[in-house]
């Protein structure tokens, strides 16, 4: 059924009786054949599909995290950024969209030409989620935990509301810290820092 956030916005579970799993291929076609949808696909074969733009706010944040990503990225030509439209095929057999990915550079240069203009069988190896006016923290949170179980590196959950960042690393306790706080890309973004208290709004 349908589920309606505080904001009235719906995200949908969808259900197709005639597959009840699309098959890696088949989620492409379907992505292809429906630009407008925002779609992703759980490690149990179901499809989330939201339905409705992306509000202002959020999407000028989310275009100043990538720019920081970018901006360092075009210095150290370490990789590759990925914006949010961009999907992985994990390991457990979701395909996930994250707000914004970096790939390493081997890792990018050992990818096809046909992977690189689908959605590749790989973890990024950074993903940074941003919460936006309708999105439910604790989903938000577990979507982490499936990021760094299949294999991301560094993941940063970014919510304006409290002002807090949640960091991710494999086998490592979730870490909180606040926008005045300097971030660190540890040893995954090599030299990159950035405080998001001097670039996002909220």
Same mark, same amino acid.
């Given at each position: ?83 949010? #439209? /961009? +999907?992985?095929? &994990?390991?457990?057999? =979701?395909? !996930?969209?994250? %707000? ?83 971030? #660190? /890309? +540890?040893?995954? &973004?090599?030299?990159? =820092?950035? !405080?998001?208290? %001097?670039?996002?709004?909220?």
């Amino acid at each position: 059924m349908p589920i309606f956030d505080q904001k009235h916005i719906m995200i949908l579970p969808l259900n197709i009786p005639a597959h009840p799993t699309f098959t890696d291929e088949e989620l492409v076609a379907f992505c292809v054949a429906n630009p407008e949808l925002m779609v992703e696909r759980d490690e149990h074969g179901q499809l989330h599909i939201t339905m409705t733009p992306t509000f202002i706010l959020s999407s000028s944040n989310n275009s100043e995290l990538i720019a920081e990503i970018v901006f360092w990225n075009r210095k150290y030509k370490a990789g590759k950024v990925i914006e949010s #439209s /961009g +999907g992985f095929f &994990l390991e457990d057999k =979701s395909m !996930r969209v994250p %707000d914004v990915a970096w790939i390493q550079i081997d890792r990018w240069n050992a990818l096809s030409k046909a992977e690189k203009r689908s959605f590749p069988s790989m973890a990024p190896d950074f993903v940074i989620e941003l919460q936006s006016e309708t999105d439910s923290l604790a989903e938000l949170k577990l979507k982490m935990v499936k990021w760094i179980s299949n294999g991301v590196r560094l993941a940063w959950l970014v919510c304006p509301d409290s002002q807090t960042t949640y960091i991710y690393e494999p086998g490592k306790p979730q870490l909180a810290m606040h926008f005045e706080e300097t971030l #660190s /890309g +540890g040893e995954v &973004l090599i030299n990159f =820092s950035t !405080r998001l208290s %001097d670039i996002l709004e909220y």
